[in-house]
């Protein structure tokens, strides 16, 4: 199978990019790690005449602290979003998904912001963004917007971003004390799998009453995109932190909160089933963490 | 105790600088000067019949030099056993699966030859479908083959003793089904072949193939060539596993391409077209009835199989009775019978895979000793000893244990695994399991009836003296052969292995049958061994002569002649050979006398000194109809532990050991031994837990690549023990038997086993997805309830 013809751009700056993205129109198509686009260009499943990529624009593969946030840099890889101490400080759910990713060879191409604008629902750092209230920051020539990840997608492969626009990173409010987070994914292999169903959970609780204060949940491969799981969350609100709660809103999430369908990989009934036990060990997790983040 | 200097050791292979380094060359880094790409256009469509093929405005694209159809290919119907050719190189009236061949284009780039096939129009009429064996054997069903009534490819009645009346007396039966999925060989280097013509009308196809041989014969055939006017040669080949063990369409339309544009031609599958071709192991759907006395002694095998076959026979009629012959050991079985069929359907043909016809039979039998032992409360290691065959049996079906190291690869499994402590005593959701397996040790006879020798070899002294020249046939394909024959040759000339030069995998060699049915290390390498001790009599014979010494007191060993007795004076000789290299600062001055030096005397003497050896098994087998296939000269074992976690709230099965023991009869190079081992239990584990070809409604591979078909990863792949076992093969050289195929008998028994152990909980059903494991785990649970 070989790569279809099209012109090749790689401009240096955000500005260039956007100035290119708006001469060429809709038909242009960005280039981050490729390791999604260039395999669906080979397999004629998008055409593009024209490819603009983004790795020569430093600016977008970098991680900088601000006061109370991460800003990630959309073209980071899943490779060194793992082995930045901040990201592994702050958002272990976060590294677990890029460790996840692929294999060795991918996670050192792949980005973040490319797994995002794939948009795949099993895909291995969304989750993690949505608990973690990640706002995407998208660009235009004229303007910035930033939008939170939970109205990021708009379906399998689709997301909110504009013809004209460019995801230039995403920002990460850090999570505060008293506060964990965890992420598992389930497949038929150990690695270089695509997920049949994977949880991120987020928890905080308060350290005087021992209640849960605030919990996130989301979820992957279980409906059109990654999703929140609002009825599961709002059952663990105010509940004291043990093995029941967190079986009743695995059990919520299975039944009131995921949508998942038949394919060739598993079936609605499995994943279904998954999301309950997944939800379940994820905020086991994120609690143990959260406990001993304090100690 | 033989002692060896070169055999039984550790040696490294003698192509790891080349694959290390990346120099080795395989059939894509070739390239010729002049030389055209190929591409073949493939039905999308599951069945229909052909209407018309306009190839015009494909010809008339700039820079395509042809198009070729049935017309040019001709009628000549091929495939892999001559009593079932249904394959021609183009469809010709219909197509039968979607990737079904109908014409090729050469041109002077890829991209224009790609450009080229778009412009081919085909019309067809659309046929209807079938896809699974049941719909493709229903009343009315869609007929692929206007000889073969009902879909059937192939069936076979087989009854050995009397099973009715045996099954009469037994206290224990145990009837179950089991079935697996059709696989994919997942080798690293999909096929690719190059053709061209030389002036004289010689057509040399170099291919990624494991057998130039019979490839050679069918390109002969299919072109209306004499055999001497093909030579097929093989360069470095990045695995098989049995699919590539027969010509294929896009070998023979290269070599059509090349002689009709008369340039040299290359193609190359995809991966996606790998898939497409298939050639893998089978669908089988087994029913076992296994009947026992109570205190363990098996009385008759009852076995019923269903192979889902696709479009074509491929392998499929030597597979289908090898999926029956191959119960008839290792165990005492007096009583067998087997009625097995084989179904055409719109899916792309199955063959032969690694453990050929027999590992699915195998899976299911030995999870019935397993009930068995459990019914009657003995060990499962102890039931399987107690009915072991030994060595020098012959099962019911005529197959003869010349050695049989199973006993002893039992009991190195239960003290390598540590089995008395662990069996019983594991927790909820740990299991331990295990299983026996055996393999032939190369097809007692050729695919095509013949007298021909298996493999012919010559080796070479070279004229200085100094090095040996191994020619042959056969086919290193990433098993490590060429090393293993090397350390054969230097063993038997008694050299060392740095002085053995070997090429292979070219039919001006010589004949070898090439590399399935693990045959080249018993086969090739008694012909090398034959070799070897022909030019080294050679040599002692006009050494004996020079220093009038009796020819039974020579030998050579590390390099020197060693004389049983006194050592005569030879400084006649070494001055011969000193006077001919004045000038020379490493002229020997060793107390022995080398083997170059004499080796050289013997050229001044004889000239060139060459030895050649040839290889056939004696006859083997039964009389009855089938009774060729499983027989072998010799059979290698295994037997294997798995342990493994079950994760009982997800399903998802974690092997964390696998205690592996092989009866090879003799190693000739232990690592490659282990490492053949290790492969194939870590392809038995793909086919137990991820791999499975999905397709969907209208015939087409839905996951064709390598991401979504699963092989095992290293993350996958647990610690494996591997332990030697070796038996002294009576018909092997040197004692050696095959390792390639055996090993992967016992392993996905032994995960079953385990899995059973773990959860209470028998899965009939491959592969052990987390979600089968999951509703098997809750099926059972539903019912404990009750």
Known sequence: ?295 | MNKFDVISTRAHRIDTPDKATGQAMFTDDLCRPGQLYGVLLQSPHPHARILSIDTSKAVNLPGVKSVITHEQAGYIKYGVSPARYDETVFAIDKVRYVGDEIAAVAAVSLDIALKALSLIKVKYELLPAVFTVEDATKKGAPQLHENSPGNLCAEVHQEFGDVAAALKTCDIIKTSTMKNKRQDGAFIEMQGCLAEFDNRGLLTLVSSTQVPHYVQRTVAMVLGMDVGKVRVKKPYVGAGFGIKAAACPMELACCILARETKKPVKMNFTREQVFMYSRARHQFTHTITTGAKKDGTLMAIKHECCLDGGAYTSFGIATVYYTGSLLGGPYKIANMSYDGKRVYNNKPACGAQRGHGAVIARALFEQQMDMIAEEIGMDPMELRIKNMMDTGDTTCNDLNMSSFGMSECIEAVRIGSNWDKKKGNMPRGKGIGMACGFFVSGAGYPIYRSDTYHGTVIIKLTEDGGTALVYTASAEIGQGSDTAFAMIAAEALGIPLDNVRLASGDTDMGVDLGAYSSRQTLMTGHAVKQAADHAKTQVLEVLAEQLLVPLEKLDIKKGFIEFAGDTPDFSALRTRYIKEHRGWIDNPDSKKLTFKEASRIAFLEKGSIVGTGKYKPHNLGGKFKGAAVGTSPAYGCSAQVAEVTVDMETGQVTIDNITDAHDCGKAINLTAVEGQMEGSVSMGIGEAMHEEVIFNDKGQVLNNDLAEYKIVTSVDMPRVKTIVVESCEPNGPYGAKEVGEGAIMPTIPAILNAVYNATGVRINELPLTPERVFFAIQDYKAKMAK
Do not use: W
Not at chain 1, 59 to 66: D, F, N, P, V, Y
Not at chain 1, 227 to 245: D, V
């Open chain 1, 1 to 295: 199978m070989l790569l279809p013809t099209f012109e090749f751009h790689e401009p240096l700056s955000i500005k260039d990019a956007l100035k290119l993205k708006k001469s060429l129109g809709e038909d242009a198509k960005l280039l981050a790690g490729g390791t999604d686009l260039l395999v669906h260009l080979k397999k004629k499943l998008i055409t593009t005449n024209n490819l603009i990529s983004l790795s020569g624009i430093k600016a977008l593969s970098l991680i900088t602290k601000e006061k109370n946030a991460v800003i990630i840099g959309s073209c980071t890889t899943m490779t060194q979003l793992s082995s930045t101490p901040i990201i592994q400080k702050n958002f272990p759910a976060l590294k677990a998904g890029c460790d996840n990713l692929g294999t060795h060879l991918i996670r050192n191409r792949a980005t973040i912001g490319g797994n995002a604008c794939n948009a795949s629902p099993a895909g291995d750092t969304l989750p993690a963004l949505l608990i973690y209230d990640a706002l995407a920051l998208l660009e235009t020539s004229d303007k910035k917007r930033e939008i939170p990840m939970a109205d990021f997608f708009t379906g399998p492969g689709k997301s909110c971003i504009q013809p004209d626009e460019i995801l230039t990173g995403f920002r990460l409010p850090i999570p505060g004390k008293n506060s964990g987070a965890h992420y598992i994914q389930l497949g038929k292999r150990k690695s270089s799998e695509i997920n049949l169903v994977n949880v991120a959970a987020f928890l905080k609780y308060d350290p005087d009453t021992k209640k849960i204060i605030d919990a996130r949940i989301a979820l992957g491969s279980v409906a059109a995109t990654p999703i929140r799981s609002p009825k599961a969350e709002s059952t663990l609100m105010g509940q004291t932190p043990e093995e029941a709660c967190f079986f009743a809103a695995g059990e919520m999430a299975r039944r009131e909160d995921c949508h998942p369908i038949d394919d060739f990989r598993g079936s609605a009934r499995y994943r279904q089933a998954m999301v309950g036990v997944l939800t379940k060990r994820t905020l086991t997790r994120a609690y143990e963490l959260a406990r001993s983040a304090c100690i």
